[in-house]
């Protein structure tokens, strides 16, 4: 499935649910934001039936996001659907970790194939200065049951105004456990518009001064939106740096949040309001999710004037 850009979309993100329990800072308000009732959000019939119809419109690879995925209920039942699904390749979840530990033989059993797992500090009183909540000890936790079960495990973080001192020590911990640790800079939606990121230069000086100066590893995948490199003493970064250095032209994404809007960019609230159409023919929903793949923009223009097709819902309210 080729956009009006060229650009093979082969890679879906679907938000089960816009709620979290978590209120980290570039994320949410301190008291949360209001969220969908039961009857508007998709559910996991409406979902599968989607992700078939994606299927054969080229999605290869289906990421489970949230708000946290898992505070809904029959999250491996989900996963197991999808993986029968003929054509889809991968059934992958971000998590922030809190209830992972929980689900994880139920989701391993079920056949997911990786998990990305939050982690912006390692330090208890960091960790609840940006999610404002004190479970680091679940999410440690979770992150040594996901290796002890061989699910392939990286972890996220998000460099900010907060964790700036904990960028060399979450990379000693992931370089202890072989765990590669990707640094995404911050995005200028919703409360991140009032964050202050670190950019892809000042984690890197920051590692440099401690570690060393990373080296870019040679396995790194051209297709892939992350560049790893490896640090000396064996830790394994990468980074995701969408604003730093922009990588749209090569943006293979789409997200379906957890009302059934199909987005086809993060940063502007365009695509296609597929709930509705889920009353019609399947062919008349994939007439409708190519017409919005052929509408994909080009790119984002974040530190731009802004325009009126600009997002202005919180992260968590769209998928991430």
Request: with cysteine; net charge neutral; proline share 5%.
């Amino acid at each position: 499935m080729l956009d009006g850009y060229n650009r093979e979309i082969q890679y879906l993100r679907v938000s089960i649910t816009d709620r979290c329990d978590l209120r980290c800072r570039y994320c949410m308000p301190p008291a949360g934001v209001p969220t969908l009732q039961h009857e508007e959000i998709l559910s996991y019939e409406e979902i599968i039936r989607l992700a078939r119809i994606f299927s054969t419109l080229g999605i290869k690879k289906i990421r489970l996001t949230g708000g946290e995925p898992l505070v809904r209920k029959g999250v491996p039942q989900l996963v197991r659907q999808l993986k029968a699904i003929p054509g889809v390749q991968s059934v992958v979840m971000t998590s922030n970790g809190v209830l992972l530990g929980e689900y994880l033989p139920e989701l391993v059993e079920a056949g997911l194939d990786g998990v990305n797992i939050s982690l912006d500090a390692i330090d208890g009183e960091v960790f609840y200065q940006i999610c404002r909540r004190d479970c680091l000890h679940q999410v440690l936790r979770s992150i040594d049951m996901a290796l002890a079960y061989g699910l392939p495990l990286k972890l996220n973080c998000v460099p900010n105004q907060w964790n700036q001192r904990q960028i060399v020590p979450l990379t000693r911990y992931a370089g202890e456990r072989n765990i590669p640790l990707r640094f995404i800079e911050l995005m200028p939606i919703g409360e991140g518009q009032n964050v202050e990121g670190l950019s892809e230069s000042q984690v890197t000086a920051l590692i440099t001064a401690e570690l060393g100066q990373p080296v870019l590893a040679q396995d790194n995948n051209p297709a892939d939106k992350c560049r790893y490199y490896l640090v000396p003493g064996g830790a394994r970064i990468g980074f995701i740096s969408a604003l730093s250095h922009k990588f749209c032209h090569s943006c293979d994404r789409i997200r379906l949040t957890a009302n059934g809007f199909l987005k086809t960019c993060l940063q502007y609230d365009l695509g296609i309001d597929l709930k509705p159409l889920l009353q019609e023919s399947d062919e008349t929903i994939k007439q409708g999710i190519m017409q919005a793949i052929q509408s994909k923009p080009q790119g984002h223009h974040f530190g731009l004037s802004q325009e009126q097709s600009d997002e202005t819902k919180k992260m968590s309210q769209i998928g991430g």
